[in-house]
T-cell receptor, first 115, second 115 residues
């Protein structure tokens, strides 16, 4: 079946540290991959996406590369800020008959950045 | 500005009561979704609608019902049959063109609690 596995949190970093949040997936077919971010008490916001192998998604200093050979989509940022503190969700989307582009989420990784 | 509006932000349900969560979008998206989020977990799909007057059950539809009478609106009713309704409910929408590479856009959620 289709599934997403993320590294467990919480992840605590100091400001300006390097961030990696691991994400691996299993999927039938050719999924699209997404990272979403959720700030406290809010809904999810799309952070970046990649739709095919070797694509790199990037936004606000965050990057992730679609690695088909390792079935991974790790999120990275070179220098985190306190404002990056949030929960990050990795997700994949496959087209299923009668369910359209269904999103399957990992369990989320909480990031806390200290000044 | 285009977006998704969920209301109310907080909702309380008494035992044996049905409650309805509102979701409205002005993005002209065809597809709409309802997710449930429990603490420390990813999102689970409750119901999904590709077009007006059509919807399908997701992974955890028992105890919930929906309608899609207008393109802009996709209300979710949490019935008394849902024995553990306390959760954060998120509505989302996407352009549905038969593929899986379009991201979903989320509302800010409704937090439902039992009185």
């Amino acid at each position: 079946g289709n599934s997403v596995t993320q590294m467990e949190g919480p992840v605590t970093l100091s400001e300006e540290a390097f961030l990696t949040i691991n994400c691996t997936y299993t999927a039938t077919g050719y999924p699209s991959l997404f990272w979403y971010v959720q700030y406290p008490g809010e809904g999810l916001q799309l952070l970046l996406k990649a739709t095919k192998a070797d694509d790199k998604g990037s936004n606000k200093g965050f990057e992730a590369t679609y690695r088909k050979e390792t079935t991974s989509f790790h999120l990275e940022k070179g220098s985190v800020q306190v404002s990056d503190s949030a929960v990050y969700f990795c997700a994949l989307s496959v087209y299923l008959y009668n369910q359209g582009g269904k999103l399957i989420f990992g369990q989320g990784t909480e990031l806390s950045v200290k000044p | 500005d285009g977006g998704i509006t969920q209301s109310p932000k907080y909702l309380f349900r008494k035992e044996g009561q049905n409650v309805t969560l509102s979701c409205e979008q002005n993005l002209n998206h065809d597809a709409m979704y309802w997710y449930r989020q429990d603490p420390g977990q990813g999102l689970r799909l409750i119901y999904y609608s590709q077009i007006v007057n059509d919807f399908q059950k997701g992974d955890i539809a028992e105890g919930y019902s929906v309608s899609r009478e207008k393109k802009e609106s996709f209300p979710l009713t949490v019935t008394s049959a849902q024995k553990n309704p306390t959760a954060f409910y998120l509505c989302a929408s996407s352009i549905e063109v038969g593929g899986s590479n379009q991201p979903q856009h989320f509302g800010d959620g409704t937090r439902l609690s039992i009185l």
